[in-house]
């Protein structure tokens, strides 16, 4: 079966940088979306960034466009968050998400179809 296991978390100050991985495995098929989402207390879950793996599609939320950067990692797999310049509101707990569609920027697909990882925090001061 699917499994998504997130890394990386941890605290940080404004300004400052953390960079998330996430290892995927139990699915081969060729391309699906890969994407990281968030979420705070008391709020709804939303989507940060996502990519097709099998290349030449990447989306971005528009409160993190030019701060974070989504890429395949260097495991089969795998996709990382480089998250720069970071504030307050980056806050929250972070998940990695795998569609077994295209629609990679459908963030409300990922809440009826997607497989999840168990998240990992991230917290910004």
């Known amino acids: 079966h699917v499994q998504l296991v997130e890394s990386g978390g941890g605290s940080v100050q404004a300004g400052g940088s953390l960079r998330l991985s996430c290892a995927a495995s139990?699915?081969?098929?060729?391309?699906?979306?890969l994407g990281w989402f968030r979420q705070i207390p008391g709020k709804e879950r939303e989507g940060v960034a996502a990519?097709?793996?099998?290349?030449?599609?990447?989306v971005y939320a528009d409160a993190v466009k030019g701060r974070f950067t989504i890429s395949r990692g260097n495991a089969k797999n795998s996709v990382t968050l480089q998250m720069n310049n970071m504030n307050t509101e980056d806050t929250g707990m972070y998940y990695c998400?795998?569609?077994?569609?295209?629609?990679?920027?459908?963030?409300?697909?990922?809440?009826?179809?997607?497989?999840w990882g168990q998240g990992t925090q991230v917290t910004v001061s």
């Open positions: 139990g699915y081969s098929r060729n391309g699906y979306c």
């Open positions: 998400a795998l569609l077994k569609f295209d629609d990679c920027g459908d963030w409300p697909l990922y809440e009826m179809k997607a497989y």
């Open positions: 990519l097709w793996t099998g290349g030449g599609k990447i």
